[in-house]
């Protein structure tokens, strides 16, 4: 089954606490990409990898790295999160950018 | 740069009724028009999708028209079901750009 698979799907965590989440897809997708889901601001745009070793920032790159090792795997790191990096995280990966785009189901993050 | 302009909701319609969501984006380019739809706990899921001027895209009873004279791609259906209760985002896409925008969400809820 093709799946865009995240996790963790709910973390809680303290502010300047490094922490990963992890991003895999087994579709061989070339594109992927970050977004955070926020009430009244819709899905904003992170980053965004068109295939290994290649990564570019989108919209609200601020605080957020990526990397992109291997083709499957694109995870978001937080070197040192913040409250107003609470939010609803959304992993996703398509054949290029012009195709389907795929969804994971999400990761809730809370930083207190 | 490039936008998506959504109807804000929350719209709550009972079954059976007419939906209309509206979309409106900036014309810059060529670009490309999506709708997803989320459902409770779930990422985005592709809806409908039209890719040039005067194109209708169509999907589970929903559809929307490219309408390049209007800047528009209003999502509707002609008789809502309580399954059809989720959030709703356009997306507008441009040639080459992998640069995703997508619109607020719109909150739709339909009472039987």
């Known amino acids: 089954e093709a799946q865009v698979t995240q996790n963790p799907r709910y973390l809680i965590t303290v502010t300047g606490k490094k922490l990963t989440v992890t991003c895999s897809q087994n579709m061989n997708h070339e594109y992927m990409s970050w977004y955070r889901q926020d009430p009244g601001l819709g899905l904003r745009q992170i980053y965004y990898?068109?295939?290994?070793?290649?990564?570019d920032k989108g919209d609200v790159p601020e605080g957020y790295k990526v990397s992109r090792k291997e083709k499957r795997n694109f995870p978001l790191i937080l070197e040192s999160p913040s409250p107003n990096q609470t939010s609803l995280y959304f992993c996703a990966s398509s054949r290029d950018p012009g195709n389907t785009i795929y969804f994971g189901e999400g990761s809730w993050l809370t930083v207190v | 740069g490039n936008s998506v302009t959504q109807m804000e909701g929350p719209v709550t319609l009972s079954e059976e009724a007419f939906l209309t969501i509206n979309c409106t984006y900036t014309a810059t380019g060529y670009p490309s028009l999506f709708w997803y739809v989320q459902y409770p706990g779930e990422g985005l899921q592709l809806l409908l999708k039209?890719?040039?001027?005067?194109d209708k895209g169509s999907n589970k009873g929903f559809e929307a028209t490219y309408r390049k004279e209007t800047t528009s791609f209003h999502l509707e259906k002609g008789s809502v079901q309580v399954s059809d209760s989720a959030v709703y985002f356009c997306e507008r896409r441009g040639f080459g750009n992998e640069k995703l925008t997508f619109g607020t969400g719109t909150r739709l809820t339909i009472i039987p």
């Open positions: 039209a890719t040039k001027a005067d």
């Open positions: 990898s068109m295939n290994v070793e290649v990564t």
